[in-house]
């Protein structure tokens, strides 16, 4: 499980972290939403040691951050940055192939080729395979991306919002992949969605972060209510519930 | 594709160790094979050095605008020289063993550049123009200390400082082959351990780190080598600014991936082809008294300003 304890992050002055305190067991998709500057990307960061911890200590299964092989941790857990910018250089292959390199240290087998080829299969990539990430559109690219996180095949899997520019049809297909990492392989999924009615519909829990804290933590129907949606996105918006879980409407 | 042009390289650069080698001999051919053996053996090493360092500074750096001569590399290595020149006087110097000069000054480089261009590099990494604003002023600066030193010794010891200060690919040193070729063969083949690593650092620091290599201890260990490989190559023959550029600008035209494997010997296939082509070229058949290094310079200046100008514009 990845457990968070007490940590708290400043940039200067700024408070960025406050005292944020999250388990998050094995298994299931794990939706990570609020406002833009909440904090979201930069706890995903340091979970994923992308930035150094200020205090408090994060644990992922055994491996403590901060303390553990780099590569050990690697092959535990994945992260999809917010921002990510390659070589143009690469080809789509190229890229996505690396998410095999802490499997496989530079000499990829023909199980690590087979796993790319899959992926590629998986997120629709085959007729762009040979192309260059530059002449790529966004969704594309991000596809391509996730894809990477994705072959790197780790029982954590944390993407921050993965369904920027992606179309109706892929981001749906998206997560129902990430469900059925969920379901059928015991991964855990955790993922910064903006889009509630994403959260509501694919997510098992919903961690709402406001203002460097974590406000409100538990199943879509306890967590999305026009209460929530007023205080922490200080926005009106009506919540309806179809299909047996909380819609808003926008 | 790849493979192919691979091959076409080392033809070529069979072709011109030949060309090098044989033609033009006047005398005992014995005397002329071993003399100009040794001579094209400093140029190959030199130019593995100069390519191989300066393709994993791009990567680290991540552009391909920058190499380790650019940033001041062998100016901070001839501040070194100096610096014992001005210490210990010319005399001293002169008699301290060359072997002795050269893996001091390598262990003092190495330090000097993990600490100055570490810094450089982790400030740099988002900003691409502040780096080589950074690096042309630190290689301006590192040069104007050392003639400020130069200046300070007598006349007579500085003409020793200023003979080992200036490119010679003609008359590269023999004597200190040995250790060259020993210290530079084991960077090297520590850079080709590095190779899939080093594709791993060249997709930025973050990729890297997520996917289990740490940026930081990379960087520092590639800087280590790459002070080793510019101090042999500068040991052999003087500093150069721009051959580095020049050779693996055109190495990414001849090999276009992103793979070390391919990149790492590629670059020391060009390098050989461009300093031993082009001596054989000069020396043999244009007859041409212009040392080579002046055309090189010439040449690697030209990339650097197109590159720049090509990476404004974007
Ligand atoms: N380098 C920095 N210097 C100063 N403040 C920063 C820096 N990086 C992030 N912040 C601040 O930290 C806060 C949290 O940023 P973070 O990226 O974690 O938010 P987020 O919840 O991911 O937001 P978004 O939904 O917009 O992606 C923001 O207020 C941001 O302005
Ligand atoms: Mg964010």
Redesign the pocket.
Known sequence: MIDVQGVSYR??S?Q?LRNVSLQLRRGGVIALA?P???????LLSLVARLQSLQSGRIAVDDLEIGACDDRALARKLAILP?HVNASSRLTVRDLVGFGRYPHHRGRPDAQDRARVEEALQLFDLMPFAQRHLETLSGGQRQRAFVAMAYVQDTDFLLLDEPLNNLDLAASRALMAQLRDLADSKGRTVVIVL?DINYATAYADRIVV?KGGAVVADGAPREVVTEAMLRSVFETEARVEIAAGRPVVLV | MLRNRMLLLVLALILCCLGYLLTGVRGSWAFALEFRGLKLAALLLVGAAQAVAAIMFQTITGNRILTPSIMGFDALYLLILSGIVFAFGAQAYQQIDPWLVVLGNAVLLCAAAVALFGAVLRQGQSDLMRMVLTGVVLAVMLRSITSFLQRMIDPNEYAAVQAASFARFSRAETDLLALAALLSLVALAMAWRLRFRLDVLALGPTAALSLGENPLTGQRLVLLLISVLVAVSTALVGPVAFFGLLVTALTYVVLPTHRHAVLLPGGVLMAGIVLVGGQWLMERVMHLDTPLSVVVEFLGGLVFLLLLLKGLKR
């Open positions: 940039i200067g700024a960025i609020g833009n500057g909440a904090g979201k990307s930069t917010q903006h972060m």
